[in-house]
């Protein structure tokens, strides 16, 4: 049986999720929704990376105390998750105890391999970030990603051996074994490695909000190695650095049945960390590396990426609120093609709910259902099953936005059919080819009803009662 892992970056509890975060997490789920109905070995982890200065300092500023104020919004992103009908395999919270000793496990283990040494850093890290900077990452002497300035660090501190990565990585990356997509990702990363990997800082002194490093309590390790272990550890992983035996595990109870991820999701902002870091990590631990790395585009408003730092957020709750939990994943799965950049604004968002929620599916069905009732004619498909080829090709190519696009046809095509044929009147005055109409109609919604299970599962089960009672209800009021 094939299996599939897939993972989301596990995001900062510095606040609560915004929907670039949705965004990414939507994505894992409808794709795990897709294997787990096609009767695939599943996993989808998600989580929340709890630890570092930034994390801190949004505590500090809060007024609460650090454990108190991460608990609180750790349950803000699992509360959003909930209303965004997000089922995941695994939500991993890294102050969890298990995750704290297999990081400190695993950091042992490099250390006892040769992979770390003690040195001094010296040098520019941005805190928003929670990375090292080098000069050409700054723009005036700022961060890009936060427009912020870096602080200047000088510390005693442990080094991972990053640099005698950067071959075989390279390989790795550019004969796709590791595959980044889209393809300007992959080069994006191929012209960075070309430039040289440095070894890199990862512990800290001054950091009190961390895993304590094992062989010198003093420091904690760095946030970053804190939070890749995430990948592992999320499926029980314990910190030992092998493939664990056969026979294979149950579902669960072993980590090595999933691993290595099949694919990771993230935005470009963590790109560059997770091929390099992330991999060399892997490398050393003689662990096989992700085989994809699908990477997105950002959320913008006013052509500035949202974010908490920049403050300029819309919040998933709003859109739940208004257009329920799967018109709000619909909002945010159809906005960018995936890899582009795009501006949303709330005016957008309902624009497009009424568009195509609201006249488009929502008006077929009721419309078909409404017509069905009266001349009493069901549903004869009811055990559809996806048959459309093309839908099942993009599902494999990943291609979020061209399925929906691709099922947004269909309904258009359902609706222009309805008022070409005037069934309304047809029912009447033939109401053989009426019926025959309505029969073509009710077998195609159906199928629209399953290839819309990932995206929308609440939806897709309403159109299945919908069709199976003729009961009709409103599945997306107008606004
Ligand atoms: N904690 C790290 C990740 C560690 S993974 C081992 C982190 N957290 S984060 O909270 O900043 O999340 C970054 C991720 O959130 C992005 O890679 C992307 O998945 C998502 N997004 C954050 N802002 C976004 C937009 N404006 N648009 C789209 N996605 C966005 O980095």
Same mark, same amino acid.
């Given at each position: 049986?094939?299996?599939?892992?897939?993972?989301?970056?596990?995001?900062?509890?510095?606040?609560?999720?915004?929907?670039?975060?949705?965004?990414?997490?939507?994505?894992?789920?409808?794709?795990? *929704?897709?294997?787990?109905?096609?009767?695939?070995?599943?996993?989808?982890?998600?989580?929340?990376?709890?630890?570092?200065?930034?994390?801190?300092?949004?505590?500090?500023?809060?007024?609460?105390?650090?454990?108190?104020?991460?608990?609180?919004?750790?349950?803000?992103?699992?509360?959003?998750?909930?209303?965004?009908?997000?089922?995941?395999?695994?939500?991993? *919270?890294?102050?969890?105890?298990?995750?704290?000793?297999?990081?400190?496990?695993?950091?042992?283990?490099?250390?006892?391999?040769?992979?770390?040494?003690?040195?001094?850093?010296?040098?520019?890290?941005?805190?928003?970030?929670?990375?090292?900077?080098?000069?050409?990452?700054?723009?005036?002497?700022?961060?890009?990603?936060?427009?912020?300035?870096?602080?200047?660090?000088?510390?005693?501190?442990?080094?991972?051996?990053?640099?005698?990565?950067?071959?075989?990585?390279?390989?790795?990356?550019? =004969?796709?074994?590791?595959? &980044?997509?889209?393809?300007?990702?992959?080069?994006?990363?191929?012209?960075?490695?070309?430039?040289?990997?440095?070894?890199?800082?990862?512990?800290?002194?001054?950091?009190?909000?961390?895993?304590?490093?094992?062989?010198? =309590?003093?420091?904690?390790?760095?946030?970053?190695?804190?939070?890749?272990?995430?990948?592992?550890?999320?499926?029980?992983?314990?910190?030992?650095?092998? &493939?664990?035996?056969?026979?294979?595990?149950?579902?669960?109870?072993?980590?090595?049945?999933?691993?290595?991820?099949?694919?990771?999701?993230? =935005?470009?902002?963590?790109? *560059?960390?997770?091929?390099?870091?992330?991999?060399?990590?892997?490398?050393?631990?003689?662990?096989?590396?992700?085989?994809? &790395?699908?990477?997105?585009?950002?959320?913008?408003?006013?052509?500035?990426?949202?974010?908490?730092?920049?403050?300029?957020?819309?919040?998933?709750?709003?859109?739940?609120?208004?257009?329920?939990?799967?018109?709000?994943?619909?909002?945010?799965?159809?906005?960018?093609?995936?890899?582009?950049?795009?501006?949303?604004?709330?005016?957008?968002?309902?624009?497009?709910?009424?568009?195509?929620?609201? #006249?488009?599916?929502?008006?077929?069905?009721? *419309?078909?259902?409404?017509? =069905?009732?009266?001349?009493?004619?069901?549903?004869?498909?009811?055990?559809?099953?996806?048959?459309?080829?093309?839908?099942?090709?993009?599902?494999?190519?990943?291609?979020?936005?061209?399925?929906?696009?691709?099922?947004?046809?269909?309904?258009?095509?359902? #609706?222009?059919?309805?008022?070409?044929?005037?069934?309304?009147?047809?029912?009447?005055?033939?109401?053989?080819?009426?019926?025959?109409?309505?029969?073509?109609?009710?077998?195609?919604?159906?199928?629209?009803?399953?290839?819309?299970?990932?995206?929308?599962?609440?939806?897709?089960?309403?159109?299945?009662?919908?069709?199976?009672?003729?009961? &009709?209800?409103?599945?997306?009021?107008?606004?």
């Amino acid at each position: 049986m094939n299996k599939f892992y897939i993972t989301t970056p596990i995001y900062y509890v510095n606040d609560r999720p915004h929907i670039g975060h949705a965004y990414t997490t939507c994505a894992a789920d409808v794709l795990a *929704r897709w294997h787990k109905a096609k009767g695939e070995k599943t996993f989808f982890l998600t989580g929340t990376d709890e630890h570092g200065i930034k994390v801190q300092q949004a505590a500090d500023k809060s007024g609460k105390n650090v454990q108190d104020f991460v608990d609180e919004n750790a349950q803000t992103f699992k509360d959003a998750w909930q209303k965004l009908n997000v089922q995941y395999d695994n939500f991993l *919270r890294t102050t969890d105890e298990k995750h704290i000793k297999a990081v400190q496990a695993a950091v042992q283990a490099l250390y006892d391999k040769g992979f770390i040494y003690k040195g001094q850093y010296e040098g520019l890290y941005c805190v928003s970030c929670e990375q090292y900077k080098f000069e050409d990452d700054l723009i005036d002497g700022k961060c890009r990603e936060h427009n912020e300035k870096p602080v200047l660090m000088k510390e005693e501190s442990y080094f991972f051996k990053l640099s005698q990565f950067e071959k075989i990585l390279e390989e790795k990356i550019s =004969s796709d074994e590791l595959k &980044i997509e889209p393809p300007e990702r992959k080069n994006e990363v191929l012209t960075f490695l070309k430039s040289g990997l440095k070894d890199i800082s990862i512990s800290r002194k001054n950091v009190k909000w961390g895993i304590s490093l094992p062989f010198e =309590s003093s420091q904690t390790i760095y946030v970053w190695i804190d939070a890749f272990l995430n990948y592992l550890t999320g499926l029980g992983w314990d910190g030992e650095n092998k &493939i664990p035996p056969t026979p294979p595990l149950k579902r669960g109870e072993g980590w090595g049945d999933f691993w290595p991820p099949d694919v990771q999701l993230m =935005s470009k902002d963590i790109l *560059r960390v997770h091929a390099t870091i992330w991999t060399a990590l892997l490398l050393a631990l003689e662990l096989p590396l992700p085989k994809e &790395i699908y990477v997105h585009g950002y959320f913008t408003i006013g052509s500035q990426k949202m974010s908490k730092s920049m403050g300029n957020v819309i919040w998933p709750e709003d859109l739940v609120q208004k257009f329920g939990g799967d018109g709000a994943r619909y909002l945010i799965m159809s906005s960018l093609a995936w890899g582009q950049d795009g501006d949303v604004t709330r005016e957008r968002f309902t624009e497009k709910y009424n568009a195509d929620l609201a #006249n488009g599916l929502g008006n077929l069905i009721s *419309r078909v259902a409404k017509l =069905s009732q009266n001349a009493k004619i069901k549903n004869q498909n009811d055990s559809a099953k996806l048959k459309n080829d093309k839908i099942q090709k993009l599902f494999g190519e990943l291609k979020f936005k061209e399925i929906l696009d691709e099922i947004w046809g269909q309904i258009a095509w359902a #609706n222009k059919y309805i008022e070409e044929k005037k069934l309304w009147e047809l029912v009447k005055s033939d109401p053989e080819e009426g019926k025959k109409v309505l029969g073509e109609l009710l077998g195609l919604i159906s199928e629209i009803g399953e290839e819309l299970a990932p995206f929308m599962p609440a939806t897709s089960e309403k159109i299945k009662e919908i069709l199976a009672s003729g009961k &009709i209800e409103l599945l997306f009021p107008r606004f």
